[in-house]
């Protein structure tokens, strides 16, 4: 996306995807729900918005596949018709064993197209990259690099912004996690949305990418301990879920649905 002239100042977005973009782990908003990077993005581009009369919507959803997302959500994106789209999926469709990454690529692809016939502006995110936090990490990595190449050929097209998460080197922290670690923390959201902003053309911020201050040394037992509370609290119930083919997102409505006026 050409960043060389003055930014957009959008008065309508829409947010889709899947945990990532619902904000898990991120902290409650007043409506009880989580903030998350799609949240405080809406709150900055509604400040640039004179006499409040930006609009809002978020249909992620936890636990969605791709093809959830692209059923699902789809459609009424592109009849609400906002100005600025964030388009996020296909993490949970590569967690998954045997996942068929060229199917996952098609729909994406489809997914921004359909977006893209709309007039709107849309955003893309490369993965960030697994193995260097995450045990196993390496498995996932020829999936997340055939998705980010392709990612990064969408971000050919003029209106397609693409936030290259997989080389930021800073969310290799587990601090920019939740104690889940496949979530964000606030900081982490934080950070995605200054991304964001940025690959839209605003000026910096802060530093999204900047390391964060050492951490104090946590001895081997700490670690351990860790370890097993998140083996018994994150990752025995989602492979419980995997095995029996649930998601934590059944049932669960979007908890922004409608393209309505929003006050930052």
């Known amino acids: 996306m050409d960043q060389t002239t003055a930014p957009t100042r959008f008065s309508s977005y829409l947010a889709l995807g899947d945990s990532f973009t619902e904000g898990m782990c991120d902290e409650l908003g007043p409506d009880g729900h989580y903030r998350g990077w799609a949240d405080r993005l809406a709150a900055a581009l509604a400040s640039e ?10 249909l992620a959803v936890r636990g969605k596949l791709i093809g959830q997302i692209c059923a699902e959500q789809l459609a009424p994106a592109e009849s609400a018709g906002a100005e600025l789209v964030t388009l ?11 996942c068929d990454i060229a199917e996952v690529r098609a729909r994406l692809g489809s997914a921004a197209e359909r977006l893209l016939a709309t007039g709107a502006v849309v955003v893309l995110f490369t993965s960030t990259d697994p193995t260097r936090r995450m045990a196993g990490g390496a498995r996932l990595l020829p999936a997340i690099t055939r998705l980010k190449a392709f990612v ?22 587990r601090r920019l996690w939740a104690e889940d670690r496949l979530h964000l923390s606030p900081e982490g959201h934080r950070r995605v949305a200054e991304a964001v902003l940025q690959a839209l053309g605003r000026p910096p911020a802060f530093d999204w ?26 990752l025995l119930p989602w492979l419980g879920r995997r095995l029996t083919g649930r998601s934590s997102g059944d049932g669960r409505p979007p908890k922004r649905p409608e393209l309505l006026p929003y006050q930052g």
């Open 49 to 58: 918005v004179d006499g409040g009369d930006f609009r809002y919507a978020n």
């Open 209 to 234: 990418r900047a390391p964060l201050p050492p951490a104090p040394p946590v001895g081997r037992l700490a670690v351990l301990r860790a370890d097993l509370r998140w083996l018994r609290i994150h």
């Open 88 to 98: 996020a999926g296909g993490l949970n469709d590569v967690l998954r064993p045997g």
């Open 152 to 173: 990064e050929e969408l971000g050919e097209h003029p209106r397609v912004a693409v936030v290259d998460l997989f080389s930021a080197r800073c969310f290799d922290d």
